[in-house]
């Protein structure tokens, strides 16, 4: 089989959210044979890697992220043979897959977490145990080790009879994280890596992997235990865990990116260095927490646009001078969807309306920078958020935990609803919009969540093929990420706009004699530039019809200027 292996600097990577991406058998739920019946598509857009997220047999308490069998297709996705044949059509258009791995917690219902309930203790030394505080004796919970919250609300440990201990879970209830302080967990991980390698898998994304190592001593965290991930995250061992995965699963070389929760910049330096043999590039969130107040997810506010200029250049600047690699992006599926977060609201359908015009410059601040871009499914078409009125729309696990919580700390069912309608991971999971209709063309049947409106003039039938379409320049962004050089190999810095722009994000890249001037505007209304020198320079790509000023721009402008 053919193996598709890229220039991870100059490749653009597209993630599909599988279980919404396309629907090949009606029962409303995305799958494998989907996803090949789309190839054409994606061929079309240029990109060169395809990031699926789980695929694997899964009870869906947290979408596929509580993982049973790490080695398996999940029938509701398809077969072995499904993902086979996806794999080599892929390589035939030129794109390689890239796999999520969720090995920081398994399901409740994986073998190895049944077997350690059903007593071997074998297996109970594959999870994090511990006794309660103040029990008295076995069969006495007490109470948990410590007050660490898990990611979605609530405490992050749980009681469990059959055991008689409680047992760690920094995310859903359902994930009990594995003990990578045993030997035995790590080898049989590189086992599951190394499996999915051998049947032409090129790449591989890690899910939270900077938690797997946890701190030599269990102890409270201040105040409520909501700050228990940054007391986990990058812990003791987790460069050498990560260097023995690489190592044991025999993935030095190929394409790898981890997600890393409330990291920080030089342990993303060292994951990403070429020389320490760990990751090619990570993942880090600072920039998506600039509408969060108080640094809390479920706390409204406007974009801070200082602060989200100041963190990226931060981090570009930053993993730059380390040697060091980013992995660009705006959205996720654990993200709502930026172009409503940074005020593509008005004009939702229409022709040019500010949804397009926030798509195009968030698109051009991101594939320009230094690093690795990543399009999440449905940026290139514009796609918003849900927009859903009932708090029943909503599947996500997180998103009615908040709802309840937000109420019993007082607001209103209205006010809760409203949070979550801006917060909530379902965002950037509703199903992908194909074309107009009852389902988005994304299945025959009854979509296993909502699509939102905005599918009867956001999609791909309209966009695909028409001038000035998202698509259209998403496919040109992607073609000059191949061809430029100064894009893949020059050194960024950061430019300062001036104060009568004060929701401009500016920067350079420059290579030799070469420089382009990238300059993109956050603001609803015009705005007077600095001199960002650049008199006599051509228009390498701008977002509006016509030539832009050098001392201006206009709402949700991006220019790039080239000498």
């Not at 390689?96 to 073998?111: A, K, N, P, R, W």
């Not at 948990?144 to 992050?156: E, I, K, V, Y």
Request: proline fraction near 5%; charge should be negative.
């Amino acid at each position: 089989m053919a193996r598709i292996e890229k220039d991870y600097r100059r490749a653009v990577i597209y993630q599909i959210y599988v279980k919404s991406f396309c629907d090949s058998d009606g029962d409303g739920l995305g799958d494998l044979p989907g996803i090949i019946g789309k190839l054409d598509y994606l061929e079309r857009l240029g990109v060169d890697y395809l990031w699926l997220t789980p695929f694997f047999p899964s009870p869906q308490h947290d979408n596929g992220y509580d993982v049973s069998d790490y080695c398996a297709v999940d029938p509701r996705y398809g077969t072995m043979a499904d993902f086979d044949e996806l794999v080599a059509k892929a390589a035939g258009k030129g794109m390689g897959i890239m796999l999520d791995m969720v090995l920081c917690h398994t399901s409740v219902e994986h073998e190895w977490f049944r077997r350690a309930c059903a007593g071997e203790e074998r297996y109970q030394r594959y999870y994090i145990l511990r006794d309660g505080r103040g029990a008295s004796g076995p069969g006495d919970p007490g109470e948990p080790p410590t007050n660490w919250q898990c990611a979605f609300g609530g405490s992050a440990w749980k009681w469990e009879p059959r055991l008689g201990k409680w047992y760690l879970h920094l995310h859903d209830v359902s994930q009990p994280d594995l003990d990578w302080a045993n030997p035995e967990v790590r080898a049989a991980l590189a086992d599951v890596v190394r499996f999915w390698r051998e049947r032409g898998v090129t790449g591989f994304r890690f899910d939270v992997i900077n938690l797997i190592s946890k701190p030599e001593v269990f102890e409270d965290v201040p105040g409520s235990g909501a700050a228990c991930r940054a007391l986990v995250a990058d812990g003791p061992h987790v460069h050498e865990y990560l260097q023995e995965l690489v190592a044991s699963a025999g993935i030095d070389g190929m394409i790898t990116v981890g997600e890393m929760a409330s990291t920080d910049l030089a342990n993303c330096i060292r994951y990403t260095r070429p020389e320490d043999h760990e990751l090619s590039m990570s993942f880090s969130f600072h920039h998506l927490k600039v509408d969060y107040a108080g640094g809390d997810k479920w706390t409204l506010m406007e974009p801070d646009i200082a602060r989200l200029r100041e963190t990226l250049r931060t981090w570009q600047e930053g993993m730059q001078a380390g040697g060091g690699w980013n992995a660009l992006f705006w959205d996720n599926h654990d993200q709502p969807r930026a172009i409503t977060r940074f005020g593509g609201r008005a004009g939702v359908g229409e022709r040019g309306g500010s949804w397009e015009r926030v798509g195009k410059m968030l698109a051009v601040c991101d594939f320009f920078m230094k690093g690795t871009p990543y399009i999440y499914q449905g940026d290139e078409l514009g796609m918003t958020n849900a927009g859903y009125t009932s708090i029943e729309q909503y599947d996500d696990v997180e998103s009615h935990n908040n709802y309840r919580l937000l109420m019993e700390r007082g607001a209103t069912a209205d006010e809760a609803l409203a949070v979550v309608g801006e917060r909530s991971r379902d965002n950037g999971r509703t199903p992908m919009q194909w074309s107009a209709g009852p389902g988005a063309g994304f299945t025959t049947g009854t979509p296993w969540l909502e699509i939102p409106a905005t599918s009867e003039l956001v999609n791909a039938e309209v966009e695909v093929g028409a001038e000035g379409s998202l698509f259209e320049f998403y496919r040109v962004l992607v073609a000059l990420r191949h061809e430029l050089d100064v894009v893949t190999e020059g050194a960024v810095r950061f430019l300062d706009a001036g104060d009568g722009a004060p929701k401009v994000i500016a920067y350079e890249r420059t290579l030799g004699d070469e420089r382009l001037v990238v300059a993109c505007s956050f603001d609803e209304a015009p705005c007077a530039t600095a001199d960002l020198g650049v008199a006599g320079y051509e228009v390498l790509l701008g977002t509006y019809d016509d030539a832009p000023s050098t001392n201006e721009l206009r709402p949700y402008e991006a220019v790039v200027w080239r000498r």
